[in-house]
């Protein structure tokens, strides 16, 4: 199973006691004289312009399409609104900036795209690339959970299959992971609600750049949007003469 990255109790503990360990140290400082020497950076530090974001050509086949702008390419999924309608539902949702979230950082309820500007925080060759956390370390989510969407019958038997991380049932939230190669161990554990159908090689790509003991890329791999995009059905002779 894709170990879980959530524990959010051991999280807030270790935010905690730094916390603590910075404000004693900075007394420390002030105690000793030193904190008189330290000056605030005047004025703050321009924001780097993202690159912009280059056209995507959707394929012919109707279906409701998502389209990951990355930093080091795009990747476009088809959408399984059928097969897992609630979470398609609540993935669009967060990346086009239609519901409210909670942000894990500030705990402030935000209504905006949850994705954009985000990481994949976690990457393995060979198995699978991850992102959507708004932390940005792999504890964070939306501020709520939703119920798993899982068909029986479906097998994470190739690469290229889009499905919602977990820890654990029905704690579905905006984590999201990409396969690179066959999975069946995930079986029946995750809910799969799209497959690339463009970009594989860059989600290849992204799951091969260099990492940390924790799978952290050493340089951030940005989720710069996510996009929705719906190619309709072609209107049938019978409807063009209406």
């Known amino acids: 199973m894709l170990p ?16 603590l360990v910075i404000v004693t140290l ?7 004289g030193f904190g008189q020497t330290s000056k605030k950076p005047a004025g703050g530090t321009a924001k780097q312009a993202e690159p912009p974001l280059t056209p995507v050509t959707l394929p012919s086949e109707p ?18 609104e059928t097969k897992a309608p609630k979470t398609v539902a609540n993935f669009v949702a967060l990346a086009s900036g239609t519901k409210t979230w909670t942000d894990p950082i500030t705990g402030k309820p935000r209504r905006a795209p949850l994705y954009s500007g985000t990481t994949f925080h976690r990457v393995i060759p060979g198995f699978m690339i991850q992102g959507g956390d708004p932390a ?9 959970e ?9 097998s994470f038997d190739r690469p290229g ?17 990409i396969t690179v190669a066959p ?22 790509a992204i799951s091969n750049v260099p990492r940390n003991s924790d799978d952290k890329p050493l340089t951030p791999v940005k989720i710069m949007r996510i996009m929705i995009r719906k190619v309709p059905a072609a209107a049938t002779a019978s409807e ?3």
Do not use: W
Request: proline share 4%.
């Open 4 to 19: 879980s990255l959530y524990n959010r109790p051991y999280v807030q503990k270790t935010r905690t006691i730094s916390v």
């Open 26 to 32: 900075l007394s420390c400082f002030a105690l000793s």
């Open 63 to 80: 279906g409701l399409y998502a389209v990951i702008y990355t930093s080091m390419g795009n990747i476009v999924c088809r959408l399984f």
């Open 136 to 144: 940005g370390d792999g504890t964070g989510g939306p501020g709520y």
């Open 146 to 154: 939703i119920k798993d969407e899982i068909e029986p019958n479906f």
């Open 161 to 177: 299959i889009l499905a919602m991380a977990n820890h654990g049932p029905d704690t579905n939230g905006s984590q999201f992971f």
């Open 183 to 204: 999975a069946t161990h995930l079986d029946g554990h995750y809910s799969a609600f799209g497959e690339v159908v463009s970009g594989q090689d860059v989600a290849d």
């Open 240 to 242: 063009h003469a209406r």
